[in-house]
């Protein structure tokens, strides 16, 4: 819940992947609250006067993703909603505003972000939300301890820097600080 907050604040990125993270404990412990509590949180509370914000936190998102019917897979509805507004900026930076160090990043990490949407079930998202999933595989290949090939280190850190790219934007325009009219 803190974690999720703090990084809500400053890094969209981290905070989409965090919460991917967050939704799958969730499936993992088959959306039993008192389970979840007991076994994963209270190992992870520094200071147990959170237990109860963290209980509630966690009983949001559970009734949440049952409401939503998400128990299986999918993302919650909030996070769909930041998707796609980092999907907009991405549009925005390439085709309104002519970014050319955003472009050059983008064109780096497309044809990784290609690969992976054919080898993959996501033909139908975009450019950024496949970005998200790939780092999210990568991270979850890391929790298990599995070795990540050279080649694959490269497709990850260039989708890492266009993510990294557009969460830096993402907070410039949530803050005001971002005009689309200047190149």
Do not use: C
Request: aromatic share 12%.
């Amino acid at each position: 819940m803190l974690i999720a907050q703090q990084k809500l604040k400053e890094n969209i990125a981290e905070y989409v992947l965090y919460m991917y993270q967050v939704e799958d404990i969730i499936r993992a412990y088959k959306f039993d609250l008192d389970t979840l509590m007991e076994v994963y949180v209270q190992k992870t509370i520094s200071n147990s006067s959170f237990t109860s914000s963290y209980r509630e936190w966690y009983k949001d998102l559970v009734q949440k993703m049952i409401s939503q019917k998400i128990e299986k897979s999918g993302h919650l509805l909030e996070l769909q909603e930041i998707l796609m507004e980092i999907s907009y900026l991405h549009n925005t930076l390439i085709n309104l505003t002519g970014d050319h160090k955003y472009k050059d990043i983008f064109e780096r990490a497309n044809p990784f972000i290609e690969e992976f949407k054919d080898r993959s079930n996501l033909k139908e998202k975009n450019h950024v939300e496949i970005a998200f999933h790939a780092l999210y595989m990568k991270l979850l290949l890391k929790l298990q301890g599995k070795e990540i090939s050279a080649e694959s280190e490269e497709a990850f850190d260039a989708m890492r820097m266009m993510l990294a790219y557009l969460a830096k934007a993402y907070g410039s325009m949530k803050q005001g600080d971002m005009d689309f009219l200047q190149n």
